[in-house]
Each structure stands twice: as C-alpha cells, then as structure tokens.
Antibody, heavy 119, light 108 residues
C-alpha cells in the first residue's frame, strides 16, 4: 500500500522552529515530486512547498519563503519541512502529498501532523 | 497566481439528489490540469478527479468532472450519505498551485 506518514508536529512558541518529517512507503519515493500542504483550523487547503524528485528544485508559497525549507532524503524515503521563525498564522495541520509521476496531480496524501504556534 | 473561486459556499441537498459544484479560474488552466478533492472532518483530502474530467482510481462513476473554458464543474449524480463533505478544486498547471476555498455539501 502506498503510504505517507507525517510526524514532528507540536506546540511551539512564536519565533521558534520545528522540523516535520514524512515517511513514504509502498512506492518508489525517489521517482516522485513531493509537496507540503497546510490547513489552518476551520479553513481551506493551502499549498506550502514543492520539491522535485531529485531534490534539485524547490518552490515555496510567498507566505513561507525565507522561513521554511523543504528537503528530502531519497535513501531514507523521507520528506522534510524545516520551519523557522514560526508565527501564529502558521498554525495548521500540515499534509505531505505525492505527485502522480508524469501527471503531476496530488494522488496520495498523508493523514497530517498538527503544528500549533502559541505562547 | 491563478485564483480559483468555488460556488456555492454551501450546498444543502438530500440523499439521492444531484449536486453541481462550480470552480472558476481567474485565467486559463494549463493542460486542463484541474483536480477535485473531497475532505471529510478530521480526514485528509481524497483525490476524486484529475485533468478536469478523469476519475481517480476507485472513485464511483456518480462523480464526474467537466470543463468549459475557465469554468470547471464537479457533478455528483445521486448523493449518497457518504458524499456529504467539503469539496475543493485545485489547479496544478502552473506554480504556485492553488486551491479554491471549498464547497460544503450538507444534508438538507
């Protein structure tokens, strides 16, 4: 079964840092672009960041550019999101998602990990 | 950035009725790269439709998608109890990928 499992969420103070992980299984992780998508409480889905299959190219939403860094370890089948200078508005459930190879739609989603930024 | 506007915000219908959800793009969506997702409370989104009109694996044929220019439609032909949820459209033809704000389909 193709699966994504996020971890690393929690409560952090404003200005703090957190690193999210997403463990992939059941498919060839190194062959797929990967994304982080977030959802604030009671709100809609917002794309956060993308990394291509070899890690050589990344993209970010303007709201997180310069603060968040996406990366991957294809040997460990794991995607990461390093989040620095966290703000209250970063509070959300963070989902890891996979792009369908060659077609680019998000076809597999993890269950999400919750990040709460509060003092 | 392509802005996707979904309407209505909420759709109140009864089981067995037909649901028609709209998603309007602010500009052309490259290659018709428009997807629809279903999300139930406390769950991750689930892919229903990709490339505007192709059903994802395992999705019942009561779900269908269509396109007319920059207007996209998700139709649920006959609502089942498990279809009451929030639906999002998303374009993946250009960066940044963007989502609509969602349409909630609720039981009338």
């Amino acid at each position: 079964e193709e699966q994504l499992v996020e971890s690393g969420g929690g409560l952090v103070q404003p200005g703090g840092s957190l690193r999210l992980s997403c463990a992939a299984s059941g498919f060839t992780f190194s062959g797929h672009w990967m994304h982080w998508v977030r959802q604030a409480p009671g709100k809609g889905l917002v794309w956060v960041s993308r990394i291509k299959s070899d890690g050589g190219s990344t993209a970010y939403a303007d709201s997180v550019k310069g603060r968040f860094t996406i990366s991957r370890d294809n040997a460990k089948n794991t995607l990461y999101l390093q989040m620095n200078s966290l703000r209250a508005e970063d509070t959300a459930v963070y989902y890891c998602t996979r792009d369908r190879k060659y077609y680019y739609y998000m076809d597999v989603w993890g269950k999400g990990t919750t990040v709460t930024v509060s003092s | 950035e392509i802005v996707l506007t979904q309407s209505p915000g909420t759709l109140s219908l009864s089981p067995g009725e037909r649901a028609t959800l709209s998603c309007r793009a602010s500009q052309s969506v490259s290659n018709s790269y428009l997807a629809w997702f279903q999300q139930k409370p406390g769950q991750a989104p689930r892919l229903l439709i990709y490339a505007a009109s192709s059903r994802a694996t395992g999705i019942p044929d009561r779900f269908s998608g269509s396109e007319s220019g920059t207007d996209f439609t998700l139709t649920i032909s006959r609502l089942e109890p498990e279809d009451f949820a929030v639906y999002y459209c998303q374009q993946y033809g250009s960066s940044p990928r963007t989502f609509g704000q969602g349409t909630k389909v609720e039981i009338k």
